[in-house]
């Protein structure tokens, strides 16, 4: 994913992270909300819960609704990643890499 969002200095709170994230899913939904969407697509955010941030009935803004979408599903992916490990056990030689 890439939200163009500058992460180099400290550790940032959730709470941080997800003002962080509102402000450029509200840029995005904006100015280029086909490149947003397409974001999302590649981040794997389930079109359901799209459609229900998008919805105007929410208690939210979209862009705050979308923005902790993304914050939960990058949570489950670094979630999995931790959790996961790859060996190269039954791969053929050479597959390996």
């Given at each position: 994913?890439?939200?163009?969002?500058?992460?180099?200095?400290?550790?940032?709170?959730?709470?941080?992270?997800?003002?962080?994230?509102?402000?450029?899913?509200?840029?995005?939904?904006?100015?280029?909300?086909?490149?947003?969407?397409?974001?999302?697509?590649?981040m794997?955010?389930?079109?359901?819960?799209?459609?229900?941030a998008?919805?105007?009935?929410?208690?939210?803004?979209?862009?705050?609704?979308?923005?902790?979408?993304?914050?939960?599903?990058?949570?489950?992916?670094?979630?999995?990643?931790?959790?996961?490990?790859?060996?190269?056990?039954?791969?053929?030689?050479?597959?390996?890499?």
């Open positions: 994913m890439n939200l163009d969002l500058d992460l180099s200095g400290p550790a940032l709170s959730d709470d941080e992270l997800l003002a962080l994230l509102t402000q450029r899913v509200e840029t995005l939904l904006e100015q280029e909300p086909d490149l947003l969407m397409s974001l999302l697509y590649r794997d955010v389930e079109e359901k819960a799209i459609h229900h998008l919805h105007p009935g929410t208690d939210v803004s979209a862009a705050v609704a979308l923005a902790k979408l993304v914050l939960e599903r990058q949570k489950q992916r670094w979630a999995i990643k931790k959790n996961t490990t790859v060996g190269d056990e039954g791969i053929p030689d050479g597959w390996e890499w």
